[in-house]
């Protein structure tokens, strides 16, 4: 990465009228976005969000997927569509995400950064250099990655020097100095990064403190009774909003001060006064035990919102990694659970595999400092292996790494495993920060038993799912045929489609496809149900509205409570002639031997289980060699905001396009085109031979 990236960041920032920006390269290979380069603004803010997934509910994150440009226009739209985001700063902020793309491909994504006091749309002349900055972009990723080039940074992502401003003369520097001093009150200066770089006497004697000590460190580390939340607040909200923002704390014992907050491109300029004490500040004013409170409590509120989406266990692991290494400075992880009285690694960040493989399974004991917090649910907080060898003396010093945490993960007032933290140099452990870990190990303890509940139900709904569907379509001479199932994004991943292929005698088959309302375990059970109805009518030879009447009788009997939409087809391979019955079902598509694509239109019946005494009508049509009937559920066609119309009819031009000759890639090109599955999707695909 070299000047021309900087120069290339730097002019689509300025050309778009942003303060600032992220971003983001997408690797050849790998599955996630990272941040490789910001400008004007601080790593720490953006430490959160180095690693982002295509299907992350971030704004890179859609823009990336959709290849669209997205705009959040306020704090509400922000808290609305991106919760995350907007729970980890609430501030006043305006934001564009946009795709970075070269020869058709995605390379990245770009993030910019407006104040929130500038209008909530962009301008045709902002839009236009967003997207001839990210056509720059891409192209030097192109080049990047076409010749070997790293894409990654080695350490950090890359930060652009903010612009600087014009230097004065001695003679203005010297008005300015006796200026600033002439004010009242005291004045300050801080940097991009928080830290003091320039202070006034008058400043210093305010907040008690010597001014050779104050340049150079952060205000809430140098002055400890600042280290409280509202301070490092309106200091981000100044720094993403790029606004004024003013808060009063108290310097103990007895003087309160105001600070007024005036942030720009190159820092933020602080005023302090002598002030009074906020509505209802008391308490809260009061300093607070334990360095960096701020910025854990900041950290602390990240996960607790991404760790609320995990889904299961691996993703508790990979949330938990991505926040905490960063955001505590560890440098590795590990997330242990007891089983059958030994130890289990489910999880960990930063260590060889070898390594965890041998301590994966070994018996617990009370020489095991994991096992140990886990049997006693008493965090162990180790400064040096010197510390570490005089509570666990059998410990061998083997992983490289010279100061530890060992925390207990509570659930339900319970320990349920440990998490390992793991420093490359001796680290010491004050009181607010051991109680800081302690929480954070209790969001992960917490997600952490969801995250097990939940796989433990998916592969039970897995294996139910798999129960209730064909293992194998039986072989019917002269009869090709392909079937897909997906199940929904949401919920246990299982539902009510379902699709069947039966063996009626040597010219003759039956097919049939259906869905069942919802997608849990008793829409899975009543599908099982109908599935066998549905079969078992058809094994005996009825025809397709009888098969149909008779499901439906036996389904209004047993009153489940879920109704279900049904077709069914009666294949005659001896006079190549089909009979289609359905039960509010989306009618099944034909494909012609020369590639004609029709919607089978049948008089529609009522759905299954609604009324016992109810007619099917049935139609009659042609099924010649060549031909593809498609029968299908409507989780291939429905989403929300497009018209069934259209979706169905933008499924018959991929089917009327597709290579009848091979199912397989019909039946996987159909449902690549099917929206994110909020619902089940089946489809079988029926084709004669010649």
């Known amino acids: 990465m070299d000047s021309a990236w900087d120069t290339a960041m730097a002019d689509v920032v300025r050309g778009s009228g942003a303060y600032g920006g992220l971003l983001y390269v997408l690797p050849p290979r790998d599955p996630a976005l990272w941040l490789v380069m910001t400008a004007g603004v601080p790593q720490e803010i953006a430490a959160p969000w180095r690693r982002v997934s295509p299907s992350d509910p971030m704004p890179v994150a859609d823009a990336v997927r959709e290849r669209r440009l997205v705009w959040v226009g306020d704090r509400e739209e922000m808290a609305r569509r991106y919760p995350r985001p907007a729970l980890v700063l609430p501030y006043d902020f305006r934001l564009a995400a946009a795709p970075v793309l070269a020869d058709g491909s995605v390379r990245g994504g770009l993030v910019l950064l407006w104040s929130g006091d500038r209008a909530d749309r962009l301008s045709a002349d902002e839009r236009h250099a967003i997207e001839a900055g990210c056509v720059r ?56 990064n928080g830290r003091i770089t320039f202070i006034t006497p008058a400043a210093a004697g305010l907040v008690g403190a010597d001014r050779a000590e104050l340049v150079g460190a952060l205000p809430w580390e140098a002055l400890p009774w600042m280290d409280v939340p509202q301070v490092e607040d309106r200091y981000r909200a100044a720094l993403v909003s790029r606004l004024p923002q003013a808060f009063t704390v108290l310097r103990p014992p007895r003087t309160w001060l105001a600070f007024e907050l005036y942030p720009d491109s190159t820092g933020i300029s ?63 992880m590990v997330l242990m659970t007891a089983e059958d009285g030994r130890l289990r690694i489910v999880g960990h960040r930063g260590y060889r595999a070898e390594l965890m493989d041998r301590f994966d399974g070994i018996p617990l004991s009370s020489e095991v400092p994991g096992a140990d917090v886990m049997a006693t649910g008493v965090p162990g907080f180790f400064a040096t292996f010197a ?82 569907l064909p293992h194998t379509l039986p072989r019917v001479p002269g009869l090709r045929v392909a079937a897909r199932y997906l199940p929904a994004a949401r919920g246990l991943g299982v539902g009510g489609d379902f699709y069947d292929l039966i063996r009626l005698d040597e010219h003759t088959a039956g097919a049939a496809i259906g869905d069942v309302q919802g997608h849990n375990v008793d ?142 890639a019909t039946a996987d090109a159909l449902i690549r085109h099917a929206p994110t599955p909020g619902d089940d999707i089946a489809l079988l695909l029926i084709s004669p031979d010649a």
């Open 137 to 192: 972009l891409g192209e030097l990723m192109r080049t990047a990655a076409d010749s070997g080039a790293p894409l990654l940074p080695t350490d950090r992502p890359r930060a652009l020097r903010p612009p600087s401003g014009r230097a004065p003369s001695p003679a203005e520097a010297t008005a300015l100095a006796a200026f600033v001093d002439r004010l009242p009150g005291g004045s300050c200066g801080l940097d991009a």
């Open 270 to 332: 602080v005023r302090i006064t002598r002030g009074e004490p906020d509505d209802g500040a008391g308490e809260q004013a009061l300093p607070t035990a334990g360095p960096g409170r701020a910025t854990v409590l900041y950290h602390l509120m990240h996960l607790a919102s991404t760790l609320t989406e995990a889904v299961g266990v691996q993703e508790v692991v990979d949330q938990t990694a991505d926040q905490l290494l960063p955001a505590l400075g560890a440098q590795a």
């Open 387 to 468: 510390e570490m060898a005089d509570a666990y003396p059998a410990t061998v010093h083997e992983d490289g790494m010279a100061a530890w945490a060992v925390l207990p993960l509570i659930a339900s007032g319970r320990p349920i495993g440990s998490l390992l933290l793991s420093y490359e140099r001796p680290h010491a452990f004050p009181p607010g920060e051991r109680a800081a870990l302690t929480s954070l190990a209790g969001l992960v303890g917490q997600a952490l038993d969801r995250a097990r509940l939940y796989d433990a139900k998916h592969h039970l709904a897995h294996r139910l799912q798999s129960a209730l």
């Open 523 to 664: 829409a899975a059970a009543l599908m099982g149900q109908v599935r066998t109805a549905v079969h078992a009518h058809a094994t005996v030879g009825a025809a397709p509205g009888d098969v149909l009447a008779r499901t439906n009788r036996l389904l209004t009997d047993l009153d489940p409570g879920l109704f279900t939409s049904c077709a069914y087809v009666h294949l005659d391979l001896a006079t190549r002639r089909a009979c289609l019955a359905t039960a509010g079902h989306p009618p099944p598509l034909l494909r012609h031997p020369d590639g004609r694509t029709e919607l089978l239109r049948v008089p529609p019946g009522l759905l299954l289980g609604i009324e016992p005494d109810i007619r099917y009508p049935a139609r009659e049509f042609a099924l010649p060699p060549g031909s593809v009937l498609a029968l299908y559920t409507d989780g291939l066609v429905e989403a929300p905001g497009v018209d069934l119309d259209d979706a169905t009819a933008a499924l018959a031009g991929l089917l009327e396009h597709a290579d009848a000759a091979d199912l397989d």
